[in-house]
C-alpha cells in the first residue's frame, strides 16, 4: 500500500493559491498574509492588490505609472487616507468623473466653478460646528469635490419661464453649515444646494427628527395656511446623498437632461411622449416645480418643454405655419377641462423642412397628477385654406412623494398618489413667452398663472 503524502502549502504551486486569493477581499488577504510565509508572499503578489486598487480607489495603469509603489503599497496609501470611505469612494468617484467629463464637452465653464476635496479634519471640524454627525458618503463626496463656488449656473440643475428663474449651486460644506437649521420645522437640516434668484434650497435631515428620515433630501415646502410658520411638508428628493448625486449625475450624462445655453435644465423627456403626423414630429419633456407648489392648499406646478420638428426629407411645398392650439387637460380626478387659442407662447411659428421649433410652458394641478394632450392647427404656407391637425401626445405630470408636516398632521405620513376635489382643475399657460427670454420676477408659490382659453 502506497505511503499516504502530507499536503502541505509548501509544495502545492503558486498558480492555483493565486486563482483562490484572487476571488478573497482586501481584508481577507491581509488576514492571509498572516498565515505562513508561503501566503505572506503571494498575497504580495501585485495583481492582486492591482484588482483590488482598481475596484476600490479606480487608479488605472497610468496612475500607478506616475508613482514608484507597488500596487499593494498603493492600495495601502489609499486605504490610510480614505479607507472609512471604501464603500462609498469607487461610486462617488466615477459618478464626478463621468459628470466633469460630460461638462468639459457639454458645459466647460462649470468645470471651473468646482472646489477641490476637503480633508477630514476639515469635515470634522464641521461636525463639532454643528453639533451633528454627517453621513459618511456625503463626507466622501466633498473629500473628492467640495461642492461648487457660488455662481450661476449651478452645477444641480436650472428651470426658466418668462417671470421665474432657478439654477441651484452645489454649496461647498462651510456655506453649508452655515446655513445648518435649528429653527421648529427644520432642525437638524443641512442645506445641500442654494438658488440666489429664489432661495430655495434642498436640504438632508441629519437625524429624524419632526417626522424625517434620517439622511433623506428634501425640498421644504411651508403650509401657507398654517398659523405655525414651524408647519413644514416636504417634497422628498433622495433617500441618502448617494442615492441623489448619482441618479442626478447618471441624469445629465446620459442625456436625459438637455443643455440649454450651457446650463443643464432638468426637464424629463418620456420616449413615449412623442407623436408623428405627416412631416411633423412633437415630443415634450416636464418638470415638476417644488418652489412654485404647495401642499396645502394643493397646488402643484408643473412645466412643460415642446419640440416641434419638420422632417429634413419634407417637400418644400410642404411648409406650414402654426395657426391655433388645443388642449384637453384631466386631472388625477378624471375631471377635464379643454383650452384652446391662437398660437404658442405668443408665437405662430413658420416649419420648414428641417426646422425645429421649441418653447416652455406650464400649468397647475390642484391633484398630484395629471395628464394632456392636444393637437396644433396648421395652414399651408401656399395655400391658407389648406388647414390640418398635428398631433400633440399624451404626457403625464406627477408631483414627487411627499410627507405633510408633524405640526399639522400630528404624525409624519408620506403621499405620493393622492387626489383632492378642488374647484379648479387646471390653468394652461401656453401664453407664457418661451423660457429662453425668461426674465427675473418671480410669482408667488400660491399664485395662479394666466391662462389663454
Not at 476600490?56 to 498603493?74: F, G, I, P, V, Y
Not at 410652458?361 to 392647427?377: A, D, Q, V
Request: hydrophobic share 30%; glycine share 6%; charged share 25%.
Amino acid at each position: 500500500m502506497a505511503t499516504s503524502t502530507e499536503l502541505s502549502l509548501e509544495i502545492l504551486p503558486s498558480d492555483p493559491l493565486l486563482l483562490i486569493l484572487s476571488f478573497l477581499d482586501f481584508k481577507d488577504l491581509i488576514s492571509c498574509s498572516h498565515v505562513s510565509r508561503r501566503l505572506q508572499e503571494l498575497s504580495n503578489h501585485n495583481p492582486l492588490w492591482k484588482r483590488h486598487c482598481q475596484k476600490h480607489w479606480l487608479l488605472s495603469e497610468s496612475d500607478k505609472a506616475q508613482r514608484t509603489q507597488s500596487w499593494k503599497d498603493l492600495f495601502r496609501e489609499f486605504y490610510s487616507d480614505l479607507g472609512r470611505y471604501i464603500e462609498h469612494y469607487a461610486t462617488l468617484k466615477r459618478a464626478w468623473d463621468d459628470l466633469k467629463r460630460y461638462l468639459d464637452q457639454e458645459c466647460p465653464r462649470m468645470i471651473i466653478s468646482l472646489k477641490d476635496g476637503v480633508k477630514d479634519d476639515e469635515l470634522n471640524a464641521i461636525e463639532a460646528q454643528i453639533g451633528c454627525k454627517l453621513p459618511h458618503d456625503y463626507r466622501c463626496s466633498f473629500r473628492i469635490h467640495n461642492g461648487q463656488k457660488l455662481v450661476v449656473p449651478g452645477l444641480m440643475g436650472s428651470m426658466a419661464l418668462s417671470n421665474h428663474y432657478r439654477s441651484e449651486d452645489l454649496l461647498d460644506i462651510e456655506t453649508a453649515a452655515g446655513g445648518f437649521q435649528q429653527r421648529k420645522g427644520l432642525r437638524q437640516c443641512l442645506p445641500l444646494t442654494f438658488c440666489f434668484h429664489t432661495g430655495l434650497s434642498q436640504y438632508m435631515a441629519l437625524e429624524s427628527v419632526e417626522g424625517r428620515h434620517r439622511y433623506e433630501i428634501f425640498y421644504h415646502c411651508p403650509d401657507q395656511m398654517a398659523r405655525d410658520p414651524s408647519a413644514i411638508d416636504m417634497f422628498i428628493t433622495g433617500s441618502c446623498f448617494t442615492e441623489w448625486f448619482t441618479s442626478y449625475v447618471h441624469s445629465v450624462v446620459t442625456g436625459g437632461y438637455p443643455i440649454i445655453r450651457n446650463q443643464i435644465f432638468r426637464y424629463v423627456h418620456d420616449k413615449e411622449c412623442v407623436a408623428t403626423t405627416g412631416d411633423i414630429t412633437v415630443s415634450v419633456s416636464t418638470s415638476f416645480l417644488p418652489e412654485l407648489s404647495s401642499v396645502h392648499p394643493p397646488h402643484y406646478f408643473f412645466t412643460y418643454r415642446i419640440r416641434i420638428e419638420m422632417s429634413k426629407d419634407a417637400l418644400p411645398e410642404n411648409a406650414c405655419q402654426l395657426d391655433s392650439r388645443y388642449w384637453k387637460i384631466t386631472n388625477a380626478n378624471g375631471n377635464v377641462e379643454e383650452v384652446q387659442g391662437p398660437g404658442v407662447v405668443g408665437e405662430f411659428p413658420v416649419m420648414q423642412p428641417g426646422k425645429v421649433h421649441e418653447y416652455a410652458s406650464c400649468t397647475t394641478f390642484s391633484t398630484t397628477s395629471g395628464h394632456m394632450e392636444g393637437h396644433y392647427t396648421f395652414h399651408r404656407l401656399k395655400n391658407k385654406e389648406v388647414m390640418f391637425n398635428i398631433t400633440i401626445p399624451r404626457f403625464h405630470m406627477v408631483c414627487p412623494p411627499f410627507r405633510k408636516s408633524v405640526v399639522r398632521t400630528g404624525s409624519a405620513s408620506d403621499v405620493s398618489h393622492t387626489s383632492w376635489n378642488d374647484e379648479e382643475n387646471s390653468t394652461d399657460t401656453d401664453d407664457y413667452e418661451d423660457a429662453e427670454q425668461g426674465g427675473l420676477g418671480f410669482p408667488a408659490p400660491s399664485g395662479h398663472c394666466p391662462r389663454r382659453i
